[in-house]
């Protein structure tokens, strides 16, 4: 007597094969709402190989995460199944009208509906973050009236211009940045009128000779007036996070700047919610100084996800102000896993835009021979 055989859009298939599919179909990635057939991220399946793949990077949990999958593939098919997880980042979809910019795959805006919620250290860490679990990734300090990421980057290298009409990014940490602060006096003021601005911020991003990004990261100046307006409406951005504190004034911004980017028809990836407690270093008492469960009441208000809460920590302005952000400084504290897991998430999220379309489950058919 021969196995019993299913049916497939892609043929006559061995029972394991739809054994390894069920098992699949069961099991969450890791930061990702979805399985992994409906997330579409299996490539190939012929009950022998797998082979899956990611549209983010898991970080320190790939390799954990892939002999979970070499497992739970080995006991739905009982018998060993190779299995292979990589990583593929996708160019997404941006503003109607827009088109990705040559060599950038996707722009991420970080945006806050006020100042002082801490979006610029974010910003540094979120990209630093991307970078150590192994993205090609740039940062853009789009902030003209007060540029911040020369200072966290710990460098203030002038860009050099190659043919008098571009500039090259300078180089930090790893990174691929550019900043109006790279180009002028910080003790001076920028005294500059909105359209000024924007024009500005247009040549820092499409006049400067970006290498091959995965992600670009923005960190754009806070608030939801016309200079914010106009550019998340010229540049074409993938997804947006939302930077705030539990504060409700905070709040009230925030929610101002989610609306906008959705009247212009960005995704919000979720909220990032700063300064959520502090820990006191002496008893470990944990209090919530600017109120609690701000970002939760958000994201349940707007239906967007809560990426992750973030301390106030004495320890995370410092190594900012130091030009070590936390990521690099104190890779292994709780602060730098807590951003590792908001980047995860953030990318993630974006992945899933397209890798939420997955394929159905096959109609499975009984053949006797």
């Known amino acids: 007597m021969t196995q019993p055989r299913v049916r497939s859009q892609a043929g006559v298939v ?5 054994a390894i599919a069920a098992a699949l179909a069961a099991d969450p990635i890791p930061y990702l709402d979805a399985d992994w057939i409906s997330a579409g991220a299996v490539r190939s399946n012929d009950g022998q190989r797998v082979e899956l793949v990611l549209g983010f ?30 990583t593929e980042i996708g160019t997404h979809a941006v503003q109607r009208g827009l088109r990705p910019l040559p060599r950038i795959h996707n722009i991420l805006a970080v945006a806050s509906g006020k100042g002082g919620v801490g979006k610029s250290t974010v910003s540094a860490n979120l990209a630093l ?8 990734v740039g940062l853009l300090d789009a902030d003209i009236y007060g540029p911040s990421q020369p200072r966290m980057m710990g460098t ?3 860009p050099q211009s190659p043919d008098g009409k571009t500039m090259l990014p300078v180089a930090a940490h790893g990174l691929a940045t550019m900043s109006i602060g790279y180009l002028i006096d910080v003790t001076e ?6 359209p000024m601005v924007t024009q500005a911020l247009q040549q820092l991003l499409t006049e ?9 990261i923005i960190d754009l100046p806070p608030g939801t007036g016309d200079t914010q307006l106009s550019l998340v409406q010229r540049i074409p951005v993938s997804g947006s996070v939302i930077v705030t504190t539990p504060q409700d004034i905070a709040l009230l911004d925030a929610r101002k700047g989610l609306e906008m980017f959705r009247k212009v028809q960005v995704p919000v990836l979720g909220v990032i919610e700063n300064m959520a407690f502090h820990r006191c270093g002496n008893c470990g008492e944990v209090s919530h100084i600017f109120g609690e469960g701000g970002g939760q009441r958000l994201a349940d208000a707007t239906g967007v996800p809560v990426l992750g809460h973030l301390p106030l920590d004495a320890a995370i302005q410092q190594a900012a102000d130091a030009g070590h952000p936390t990521v690099l400084a104190d890779p292994d504290s709780e602060n730098a896993r807590a951003y590792r897991d ?11 835009r397209v890798q939420g379309q997955g394929a159905r489950f096959p109609e499975i058919v009984i053949l006797d021979d």
């Open 189 to 194: 003021p920028t005294i500059w009128r909105g």
């Open 129 to 136: 973050a991307l970078l150590a679990d192994g993205a090609r």
């Open 342 to 352: 908001i980047a995860r998430r953030t990318a993630a999220g974006l992945a899933g």
């Open 208 to 216: 400067t000779q970006w290498p091959e990004l995965d992600y670009l």
């Open 14 to 18: 061995t029972i394991s094969t739809e």
């Open 57 to 86: 990077y898991l970080g320190d949990r790939h390799s954990a995460t892939l002999e979970h999958l070499r497992g739970l593939c080995a006991q739905a098919a009982g018998h060993e199944v190779a299995v292979s997880l990589t």
């Open 156 to 158: 203030s290298e002038r």
